[in-house]
């Protein structure tokens, strides 16, 4: 602080009394920094009024000129102008060198080299206890800038102007205050509480001189650093010491509280230092301090989170930042607790491909092509929308499907998963409305819900999303929706597939809201019987579709490449998000996919994938309709992909029979993780996806162990 440490040190009120008290306070403190700060400096063309700090950068160049302008000098150049320092005591502006600003010029500068001394007029007002004063004060004022802003900060190295050196008896020069302010503006906002504490001092000053503010008249002036444990120094800006004008400890807990809040709440109750630290006044403990807590004569506080008696006071619920919610994805969570199982346990949790579909990819050899022909640019960024070749794959791929698709229409993403988000960042505002499946994929519902849609879901059946129950709930909910979201093929929880006939309908029903659709297929290609369906996107022209695919289910999905196939303008939307979350996607992934499909046998490879998987599709439906005969447990009867959705009898919980099934080795995802408020509570998804044939078998008996022992 600039303020003086204490009033015998200071010395000048002493001396220069008639000049600083001249508005008739004689016996008020000194207090150079306070009266720097507050000045009712007379502007240069309108007395009596209150002048705001100049700030450093912004005022510097300005004030340069006009005062070279007054003074009838040519006008300097603004850097050469801003590089003067506008001195003076409230009244002309004047200008002093640089060089002249510390301590050593002190008189009418008159140092050696100045360039300026010629040209520098007197500064006060003509006598020499009045210059020193003034520029004093001005320079304590100057220097500080708005000092509002700073002062609190506690750096003692930054006590003052040229009164934090001079008051100290030469403990710093002030001429590395100015280096200092030169190469740091004020922030903005620093200006502006400058600018408010000018507003409310009232403008009565006389003719000009610096009037002590009243709130600092009477009493001794006792300033104190207040140093703060490590742990302490969060709360108060990052500062291990602060500096305070405190004649007792009343004073400074109630300075602590009205500047670092964040620190009161952390070292003070009801006013007073809590237990929980330990408080040492120039060494002595603060508990066998004088009782009037007088702090004059004292110098340091030192703050200590207490040895004993507990850490520091967490700070109130109040001032604790209220966090939103967020949500994720209970299928990600049992991947966890399957793997945090300390007994064997198979796993129908995941829908991830099975350890031998990844390995049938020959990753280690596609791997090391890529990096040994492309070497480190295959390490290197990529561009947004993808791969050039790797969009081309994916548009040949989605126009064998019977959606016609031009490269330039796709992007491809780090996952399906990035592709929906992308959608919504695209598409959403908070408060949109979203129509989902209900059982829905759990992390597209957390997305949506991320983003602050409102999820409006609708029950699946045998032919995915009920769409006339769509139109009926979107109706009674008066909601307008923004976005239809499905799976068209073997739902994710469900494994039901949307029916042609509801594709059509949804595409329709879309057109009536001008919604978006946005389809999400991983398992198109898994299609273990019958025909393929058209993707939705190929149904009409009439709606925006978003289509979204992935290489995860049928490839590597910890390559984390997806992609999404959408108007050019959308892409181009989604494109400028992309480069906000991960600028692209994993060059490295992309090629290893693309070496992948120039080697061709893509499609061999989905065929055994096919076999692998209808195999175990078969096993799991044997296996369950083996140990599941009359138990009142029942399950749909997919065509592809890797869910079965099996019902409990309605007093059997999902959840509650999961603790059990972990105890006997076997995992699943409970029903309600597929839901935000529809109840499928006595719902479970069993993915058959991971584990081996014999597996399925030792896991459904598990299960049926577990069933046993709940039901
Ligand atoms: C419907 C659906 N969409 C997206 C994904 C995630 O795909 P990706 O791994 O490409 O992000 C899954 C994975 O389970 C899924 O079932």
């Not at 100049?54 to 300097?76: I, S, V």
């Not at 006060?124 to 609190?152: N, S, T, W």
């Not at 780090?414 to 695209?426: E, K, M, N, P, T």
């Not at 939705?536 to 390559?559: C, E, M, N, W, Y």
Request: hydrophobic share 40%; net charge positive; charged share 30%.
């Amino acid at each position: 602080m600039c303020a003086p440490r204490r009033r015998g040190a200071l010395g000048l009120r002493e001396l220069h009394a008639p000049s600083v008290l001249r508005g008739g306070l004689e016996d008020a403190p000194l207090r150079i920094r306070g009266a720097a700060r507050l000045a009712p400096a007379r502007p240069r063309d309108r007395p009596g009024r209150l002048r705001c700090a100049p700030h450093a950068d912004r005022d510097r160049g300005r004030a340069a000129a006009r005062g070279a302008a007054r003074r009838g000098h040519a006008l300097q150049h603004p850097r050469r102008a801003a590089r003067g320092l506008r001195t003076g005591f409230g009244c002309r502006a004047r200008w002093i060198s640089r060089r002249a600003a510390g301590p050593r010029s002190g008189h009418g500068g008159s140092v050696a080299g100045d360039r300026h001394a010629g040209r520098r007029r007197w500064i006060g007002r003509g006598d020499p206890r009045e210059r020193r004063i003034g520029r004093v004060g001005k320079r304590c004022r100057r220097a500080r800038g708005l000092r509002a802003a700073r002062e609190h900060r506690g750096r003692p190295g930054r006590t003052g102007g040229r009164c934090g050196g001079r008051h100290r008896a030469g403990t710093r020069p002030a001429r590395r205050l100015w280096g200092r302010r030169d190469r740091r503006p004020l922030h903005h906002r620093q200006r502006l509480q400058g600018r408010a504490r000018v507003s409310i001092t009232r403008p009565r000053d006389i003719r000009g001189y610096r009037r002590v503010p009243r709130r600092i008249r009477g009493g001794p002036v006792v300033s104190v650093t207040v140093r703060l444990a490590t742990p302490l120094r969060a709360a108060a800006g990052g500062n291990a010491t602060l500096s305070f004008d405190a004649p007792d400890l009343a004073t400074l807990t109630r300075e602590i509280a009205v500047h670092y809040p964040e620190l009161a709440a952390r070292v003070l109750r009801d006013g007073e230092f809590g237990r929980f630290v330990n408080v040492f006044i120039d060494g002595e403990d603060v508990r066998f301090f004088s009782a009037d807590g007088d702090l004059s004569g004292k110098r340091t506080v030192e703050i200590l989170p207490a040895m004993s008696g507990g850490a520091v006071a967490p700070l109130p619920e109040q001032s604790a930042r209220r966090e939103h919610e967020v949500f994720g994805s209970f299928i990600d969570e049992t991947i966890g607790i399957v793997a945090r199982q300390t007994r064997d346990t198979v796993s129908f949790a995941v829908g991830s491909p099975s350890r031998e579909a990844l390995e049938l990819v020959g990753a280690d050899d596609l791997t090391a092509t890529v990096l040994r022909r492309e070497g480190a640019s295959a390490l290197g960024y990529g561009i947004t929308e993808g791969e050039p070749e790797l969009r081309e794959v994916v548009a040949a791929g989605a126009s064998a499907r019977g959606l016609e698709t031009d490269a330039s229409d796709v992007l491809i993403s780090a996952g399906a998963l990035q592709a929906i988000d992308l959608a919504c960042r695209v598409y959403l505002r908070p408060g949109d409305a979203v129509v989902v499946e209900s059982p829905g994929f759990a992390n597209a519902l957390s997305a949506f819900r991320n983003h602050g849609a409102t999820v409006l879901e609708v029950p699946v059946d045998g032919e995915g999303l009920d769409v006339g129950e769509a139109s009926r709930l979107i109706r009674r909910s008066g909601a307008r929706p923004r976005m239809f979201f499905v799976v068209p093929n073997f739902q994710n929880p469900s494994g039901e597939t949307l029916s042609l006939g509801r594709r059509e309908s949804l595409l329709a029903l879309a057109a009536a809201y001008e919604a978006i659709v946005v389809e999400d297929d991983p398992y198109g290609l898994l299609r273990y019987r019958g025909a393929d369906l058209p993707p939705v996107a190929s149904l009409g022209s009439r709606v925006d579709v978003v289509s979204i695919g992935t290489f995860s289910k049928t490839f590597l999905p910890g390559l984390r490449v997806g992609w999404a196939i959408a108007s050019t303008d959308t892409i181009r939307r989604m494109a400028k998000v992309k480069q906000t979350m991960d600028s692209s996607t994993g060059t490295l992934a992309q090629r290893i996919v693309l070496e992948f499909h120039r080697r061709g046998g893509v499609d061999a490879h989905v065929g055994r994938l096919r076999e692998l998987y209808r195999h175990k599709q078969d096993r799991a439906r044997t296996a369950l309709a083996r140990e599941f005969a009359g138990t009142g447990v029942t399950w749909n009867d997919p065509d592809g992909g890797f869910y079965f959705w099996v019902r409990l009898p309605h007093d059997v919980d999902a959840r509650r029979l999961l603790d059990v099934a972990l105890e006997e080795g076997v995992a699943f995802v409970p029903g309600q993780a597929f839901a935000i408020e529809r109840d499928h509570s006595n719902a479970l998804r069993f993915s058959i996806s991971g584990p081996s044939p014999e597996r399925i078998d030792e896991g459904v008996r598990r299960l049926r162990r577990a069933f046993d022992r709940v039901a």
